[in-house]
């Protein structure tokens, strides 16, 4: 059974920083895809970032330049360092896994975390 949990979000001022991390079980994330996807009240699932098993990544361009995604393979975990935070970065963050998933289409995931809460303040 595929778990996903992240850890890792709270409350920050506008131009901090926050590690996001996503343990990963049942799953091995150095073979799969893995993600971070934020969501706000109202609206959809956002893809932030990716990185697959050749650990190429993609991101958003709200957030090129500002969050990194890494893996270490031998713990199993995915990690989203997330730099010069803005107000508008809140969300729940969320964790995702999946062989063939795309960053721009959430219905292409089909293991996800319970999500992290991060919270920018001005």
């Known amino acids: 059974q595929v778990q996903l949990v992240e850890s890792g979000g709270g409350s920050v001022q506008a131009g901090g920083s926050l590690r996001l991390s996503c343990a990963v079980s049942g799953y091995t994330a150095s073979s799969a895809r893995m993600s971070w996807f934020r969501q706000t009240p109202g609206k959809e699932r956002e893809g932030v970032a990716t990185?697959?098993?050749?650990?190429?990544?993609t991101y958003a361009d709200s957030v090129k330049g500002r969050f990194t995604i890494s893996k270490d393979n031998s713990k199993n975990i995915v990690y989203l360092l997330m730099n010069s935070l803005k107000p508008e970065d809140t969300a729940m963050y969320y964790c995702?896994?999946?062989?063939?998933?795309?960053?721009?289409?959430?219905?292409?995931?089909?293991?996800w975390g319970q999500g992290t809460q991060v919270t920018v303040s001005s």
């Open positions: 990185i697959d098993n050749y650990d190429f990544t």
């Open positions: 995702a896994a999946d062989k063939f998933g795309r960053l721009r289409y959430s219905n292409t995931w089909a293991n």
